[in-house]
């Protein structure tokens, strides 16, 4: 079945590094993304690991995939007050019309 | 630029009437997609469309109706069969809609009740 799941809240001080989770279920999910969403927006593509890679950093955004327990992580460094936002992950069935099945969004707070 | 284009971004809707929300895109995709967000909650699917004038039904697509007579335009009506249609509207697209590619959003469309 399709189904992915994260923590509905994270709240760290500003400078300190954030870690949002995801777990998903789908084993051939292929591509797997996370999407950033500031009120009253719409969804910003973050970054994505393709499934064969365990790591993937970007400037300070550092996506770790464990493909035996079905478990990604997001860790933005020296968080800033700018990445308060609700960050969403999403996985990709190979050859599915959807394409995208989303979790339910990690409401990210960064305290001064 | 290339993007996509929501409007209005807030819409008001009286009882027992239809309300059709816009989406644009000038990125030469062929998928197109409509998402319903409710407050704390994530996206579900509404409808999707691979190619112009076919499109399939998501997980809620009860009291909506869509068309997809051009490939830039999927415009979403919400119709007065929707009991509770007050909600954050985002539109989507992607390059084809079986592949890897990512789908971009557009800024949203609020809806609400008078």
């Known amino acids: 079945g399709e189904d992915v799941e994260q923590s509905l809240f994270l709240s760290v001080r500003e400078g300190d590094s954030s870690v949002i989770n995801c777990t998903y279920t789908?084993?051939?999910?292929?591509?797997l993304y996370w999407y950033k969403q500031e009120p009253g927006a719409g969804l910003q593509l973050l970054t994505y690991?393709?499934?064969?890679?365990d790591m993937k950093q970007d400037q300070r955004l550092t996506v770790l995939l464990n493909k035996k327990d079905k478990h990604l992580s997001l860790r933005i460094a020296d968080t800033q007050t700018g990445d308060s936002a609700i960050y969403f992950c999403a996985e990709i069935i190979p050859g599915s019309a959807r394409q995208l099945t989303f979790g339910s969004g990690t409401q990210l707070t960064v305290l001064p | 630029d290339g993007g996509i284009t929501q409007s209005p971004k807030y819409l008001f809707r009286k009882e027992g009437q239809n309300v059709t929300l816009s989406c644009e895109q000038n990125?030469?995709?062929?998928?197109m997609y409509w998402y319903r967000q409710d407050p704390g909650q994530g996206l579900r699917l509404i409808y999707y469309?691979?190619?112009?004038?076919?499109?399939q039904k998501g997980d809620i697509a009860e009291g909506y109706s869509v068309s997809r007579e051009k490939k830039e335009s999927f415009p979403l009506t919400v119709t007065s069969a929707q009991k509770n249609p007050t909600a954050f509207y985002l539109c989507a697209s992607s390059v084809t809609g079986g592949s890897n590619q990512p789908q971009h959003f557009g800024d949203g469309t609020r809806l609400s009740i008078l």
């Open positions: 990125l030469n995709h062929d998928a």
């Open positions: 789908d084993s051939s999910s292929t591509y």
């Open positions: 690991i393709f499934s064969n890679m």
């Open positions: 469309s691979q190619i112009v004038n076919d499109f």
